[in-house]
């Protein structure tokens, strides 16, 4: 299989979970939509992982176990791009590669990496560090001009186990960013589970974790952050989802844990 063009983000077992009528639960997880803390004064803002759609070019191969993919796109999963924004960051290229293997039916585990330019050389085109649309912190970049363009690679691991009527999921990734002093890392995960308890009714669990990087060179407790949702589902026919839930977490930088209800109405249908 060969394809072209603005793709779905070929890394991240994340990506599947950010479609609301595909997702047992209600919320994706944070680290696919919400930046890294600020960590050196030559980095913009990063995400740990996106489900974005970049501009590039992906071949993808498999076999009755095994699978595996490589390409190119213009940005990297650490900080998406939108390729018809006006205020869109420049295009840097990223190599893409990845695979697996299904030794059961049910049963596959894979490994994804990025690797290429998430900033160029010469800084931002705004003095805070980001370009415009993209959240910073203008207090913990600065203004900051990197004398070359600053590389980051991406790594995954992921694994997924269905049976009977459960299905358990998870990936891990480790991010490492080049920044003005040095190397830096961030870490994050998530796993859940979700149980089929009667053709109309579903129950899910996941918990999500991030780690940020801090300064390299520098001292201080790394920043991390947290999140749990445990959801129940009902579904009134094959375009209709009703969903109630528990979600709790501890943002970064954050003292105390927040307790959130949630609840939503998923309505999808397909016509092509």
Do not use: C
């Amino acid at each position: 299989r060969v394809d072209a063009g603005i793709i779905t983000s070929p890394l991240g077992l994340g990506t599947l979970e950010l479609r609301p009528d595909l997702s047992a639960a209600i919320k994706a997880p944070f680290y696919y939509h919400s930046p890294l803390p600020a960590f050196d004064a030559a980095a913009p803002r990063v995400l740990l992982m996106s489900g974005g759609y970049p501009l590039g070019a992906l071949v993808s191969l498999s076999g009755s176990r095994w699978d595996a993919r490589g390409g190119v796109t213009d940005s990297s999963p650490a900080r998406p791009r939108n390729v018809l924004a006006r205020d869109a960051p420049p295009a840097l290229r990223q190599v893409l590669a990845g695979g697996g293997v299904t030794p059961v039916a049910g049963l596959r585990a894979g490994v994804g990496l990025a690797y290429g330019a998430y900033a160029p050389a010469g800084g931002s085109t705004v003095a805070n560090g980001t370009y415009e649309g993209e959240l910073a912190d203008a207090e913990a970049i600065g203004p900051h001009a990197s004398p070359s363009p600053l590389q980051a690679m991406v790594f995954a691991i992921e694994g997924e186990y269905a049976f009977g009527h459960t299905r358990l999921s998870g990936e891990w990734v480790r991010n490492r960013f080049e920044g003005a002093s040095g190397n830096a890392v961030a870490r994050g995960y998530f796993v859940q589970a979700v149980q089929t308890l009667t053709p109309r009714i579903f129950a899910s669990v996941r918990t999500v974790g991030a780690s940020a990087p801090v300064a390299p060179g520098g001292g201080g407790a790394r920043k991390t952050m947290t999140t749990t949702e445990v959801t129940a589902g009902y579904r009134l026919g094959r375009t209709l989802a009703l969903r109630a839930g528990y979600f709790t977490s501890r943002r970064f930088e954050a003292g105390r844990r927040t307790h959130t209800a949630l609840a939503s109405v998923v309505w999808a249908q397909r016509w092509f």
